[in-house]
């Protein structure tokens, strides 16, 4: 790919790659709320818990909160890193000026 492709190419909106996030942590963590313990359960691995007492929309809930919370720092931290990359670019282009 070359410089001009890249430096051409439209940005990602902000609101697609925040949907986007939140469709990925919703996934990931109702698999691992209900897919997977429904898993356990058949397969007798896990015990079946009381009908009156389901830990999995807890278990979702936590899950979708601190794997999107993670995400956006990540997000974050890689765009803090991009910045001052950018940063320093600048300051190499303006030094040779």
């Known amino acids: 790919m070359h410089e001009e492709d890249v430096l051409q190419s439209p940005r990602p909106h902000t ?5 986007l996030l939140v469709l990925a942590a919703l996934t990931i963590s ?12 058949a397969s007798q691995i896990m015990p079946p818990w009381r009908h009156d007492v389901d830990p999995r929309p807890h278990w979702m809930l936590m899950g979708f909160a601190s ?3 993670s995400l956006m ?8 890193l991009s910045w001052r990359q950018l940063r320093r670019i600048d300051a190499t282009a303006d030094e040779g000026k």
Do not use: E
């Open 15 to 19: 609101l697609t790659v925040l949907v």
């Open 30 to 41: 109702y698999l691992a709320a209900y897919a997977l313990p429904d898993a356990l359960v």
């Open 67 to 69: 794997l999107f919370g």
């Open 73 to 80: 720092g990540i997000s974050g931290f890689v765009r803090f």
